[in-house]
């Protein structure tokens, strides 16, 4: 699975204040541990909703491309600050988190995917807000997948987020999830998936316990990505142990090699 690390995230008060003081000794450091705990990608997300985001994650991305060597995720709803990061970026061709099934965010994301050969989220939501239902959130997927193939983008590129909203709020929510996942994955053939766990364990205590339970279930029904904490080491081990259980790792290898370095705790 590819692990995206999201700590870099300013819905988070911490780094909500580093960001706006320009803090790069905070950011770098959440950049480098994710890296040095294995995140394949390192997310950039600087919406505070204070100041000028697209200078914000230029700053951002010169200061984890200052930390760590490991690829960016740049994180945005408006296309102006990630097409400010791609800018930042150079040659460098990051994931883009994301785009949704409006007609707006289709119109400008989609392009931006597709000139610079980005792999692309795409989040099961519309004008409408999130599909209650995994019917209703396969439509908007239906929509957006067709859009991409004809903005040119290879089905292989897309990761389709069936989106996890609080179990807190709603027990029936992981079922919804794991339901749309199930779906995306038999409909359309070689577009991958992403989810971002912790949305499920928001105002619970153990919150990791929760998003190991997901994420477990979600490697089953064929989840490509995720969207986590990479220094969370139980949270890793449970995604070794749920790969291996569900057949994805041949011969255990990866499981094995995770025991021997100390990966599973």
């Known amino acids: 699975m590819i692990i995206i690390g999201e700590k870099i ?8 204040d580093a960001i706006l003081s320009r803090d790069s000794a905070f950011v770098g450091d959440l950049a480098r541990e994710q890296a040095d705990a294995g995140a394949d990608y390192v997310d950039v997300n600087v919406g505070t909703g204070i100041g000028d985001e697209a200078e914000s994650m230029k700053w951002a991305v010169g200061v984890v491309r200052a930390a760590t060597d490991a690829p960016i995720c740049l994180d945005s709803p408006d296309p102006a600050v990630l097409a400010a990061g791609l800018e930042a970026c ?3 061709s990051p994931f883009l988190n994301s785009v949704t099934g409006t007609e707006e965010s289709i119109k400008t994301v989609l392009p931006l995917a597709a000139r610079h050969s980005c792999p692309l989220v795409a989040l099961a939501m519309d004008e409408a807000g999130i599909p209650p239902s995994p019917a209703e959130r396969l439509l908007v997927c239906r929509s957006i997948v067709s859009a991409a193939a004809e903005a040119g983008i290879e089905p292989d590129s897309l990761y389709i987020d069936p989106l996890v909203l609080p179990l807190s709020a709603d ?7 794991l339901e749309t996942l199930r779906s995306i994955k038999e409909e359309f053939d070689g577009v991958r998936t992403v989810m971002g766990a912790s949305n499920a364990s928001f105002g619970l205590p153990r919150r990791s316990l929760i998003n190991r339970s997901l994420l477990g279930a979600a490697v089953y029904f064929g989840l490509d990505a995720g969207i986590l904490d990479p220094t969370d080491t139980e949270l890793r081990a449970a995604i070794y142990a749920a790969e291996a259980v569900a057949g994805g790792d041949k011969f255990c290898k990866a499981y094995m090699k995770a025991y021997r370095s100390g990966g599973l705790g």
């Open 171 to 177: 027990c029936t929510q992981g079922r919804v999830t």
């Open 90 to 92: 150079g040659s460098e």
């Open 9 to 16: 995230n300013g819905t988070i008060q911490s780094v909500r």
